[in-house]
């Protein structure tokens, strides 16, 4: 019994509630800040992984990165309509009736594989990972730098005005 | 906590995602969904690399991240782009390509 366990339940009590929030909020702007908290509730969940690199990572890119992006989007599309986006929801119902069939399908799938041991932790990981990146998934680094340069660019065309 | 803990507490996050994009008529709200489910296999990734002490998964979620903020990026451009056009997000309203 180490502080593990009521951490996690804490972090996954505040995970699955900002979660809820996203989907159930009825202003956009709202969900975009519980998709914030989410995000950052999940770098917790890195960090009891034994992941301080991804936690960092989750917060730089995804707390950070997205959120400011779908904030922008949510700013322009506003402005732009020149009134307040209402986020209405249909088919609430048939919704959670799937949503709960896929979770109930993946409990079933996850209770019938055998329990883990956690084995101990060997070495330190971030430097495992960048040792990793530029041996043997170099390839894959550069794929991925052609990647983002090509989502920037393909974003800046989609959104460029006519003129 | 066993790894039976974490993957449940994804497949509950991935399910809510799943709500989200199956509800949401707005389509950033759509988006966010999206991201609640690309989130939740993260975690799984980290979990199964923890408890089989193999890089390889960690690697992976470093990957997938990047690879979801340029998707963000884009959506969210396209979304823009829709605007500008239509003066309107809602997935429902967008059905120029119904038959």
Do not use: C, K
Not at chain 1, 66 to 88: D, K, P, S, Y
Not at chain 2, 10 to 23: C, N, P, Q, S, Y
């Amino acid at each position: 019994m180490t502080l593990e366990t009521p951490a996690f339940w804490l972090v996954a009590v505040l995970l699955v509630g900002a979660s809820l929030g996203v989907v159930l909020t009825p202003n956009l702007f709202h969900a975009v800040l519980f998709l914030a908290a989410a995000l950052v509730a999940t770098a917790a969940v890195f960090l009891l992984l034994d992941s301080a690199f991804l936690m960092g990572v989750q917060l730089l890119l995804y707390a950070g990165g997205v959120v400011t992006i779908v904030v922008f989007a949510i700013m322009l599309t506003e402005r732009l309509v020149g009134q307040r986006i209402t986020q209405a929801s249909r088919g609430l119902a048939n919704g959670a009736v799937v949503a709960a069939a896929v979770f109930v399908g993946a409990l079933g799938v996850l209770m019938e594989t055998p329990p883990a041991a956690r084995p101990p932790l060997t070495g330190d990981a971030t430097e495992a990972i960048g040792r990793a990146l530029v041996g043997p998934f170099a390839v894959p680094l550069e794929l991925l730098a052609v990647l983002l340069v090509a989502a920037l660019l393909g974003a800046v065309y989609l959104a460029r005005t006519d003129d | 906590m066993p790894l039976q803990a974490y993957l449940t507490l994804a497949a509950l996050v991935f399910a809510i995602g799943l709500f989200g994009v199956l509800t949401r008529r707005n389509a950033i709200g759509i988006l966010l969904g999206i991201e609640l489910m690309l989130n939740a296999v993260n975690i799984n990734l980290v979990a199964f690399a923890r408890f089989r002490g193999d890089l390889a998964g960690l690697i992976f979620t470093l990957f997938t991240i990047a690879i979801t903020v340029a998707e963000v990026a884009v959506g969210l451009a396209i979304v823009i782009a829709i605007f500008r056009v239509r003066r309107t997000i809602e997935a429902d309203r967008l059905d120029l390509l119904r038959g």
